[in-house]
C-alpha cells in the first residue's frame, strides 16, 4: 500500500511541475475577439452554472467551457459573467502566445495565482488518492 502512495506521490509531483513550466510557457499572449456561445443559469448554483463560447486563434477556430479556461476554478468570474453578459455578446478573450488553447475571458491572472491554484488542484488530487489508498 505504501509503494503505491509513494507512486502516486511521485505521480503528482512530476505532473505538477509539468504544470508550473506549461504556466510559466504560457504567460504570454494577445486578445481576440469571442462570442458567448450558451448560458445555463441554475436555482441550484445560485446563478451562471455553464457558459461556454467561442474565439478563432492562429487560424484555428475553438470552442470552450468556462471550466476549461485559466479561470476556470473560479465562481464569483462565473457568475459574473452570466449576469453581465448574454449569448451572442461579444467577449475578449486572451490566448496564450504559447498555445492558443490556453485562454480565458478578460485578463489571464496573474502567474503566481495561476501556480498556486495548479498546486492546490494537484495537492487536492493526491490527498483523493491516498484516501483511496488508505
Not at 468556462?66 to 459573467?81: E, M, R
Request: charged share 15%; glycine share 12%.
Amino acid at each position: 500500500m505504501k509503494w503505491m502512495l509513494l507512486a502516486g506521490t511521485a505521480t503528482v509531483v512530476s505532473l505538477s511541475l509539468g504544470s508550473v513550466v506549461n504556466i510559466l510557457r504560457t504567460r504570454h499572449g494577445h486578445y481576440v475577439s469571442g462570442r458567448i456561445t450558451y448560458l445555463e443559469h441554475s436555482a441550484k448554483a445560485a446563478g451562471c452554472s455553464l457558459l461556454t463560447f467561442s474565439y478563432t486563434a492562429g487560424g484555428e477556430r475553438f470552442h470552450k467551457n468556462f471550466s476549461d479556461t485559466l479561470h476556470g476554478h473560479c465562481a464569483q468570474q462565473l457568475q459574473a459573467l452570466g449576469q453581465a453578459h448574454a449569448v451572442g455578446d461579444t467577449v475578449q478573450v486572451w490566448v496564450a502566445h504559447a498555445d492558443s488553447q490556453v485562454c480565458c475571458i478578460g485578463p489571464p491572472p496573474t502567474t503566481g495565482t495561476r501556480i498556486l491554484t495548479e498546486i492546490k488542484r494537484l495537492i487536492g488530487g493526491a490527498v483523493d488518492l491516498a484516501a483511496a489508498i488508505g
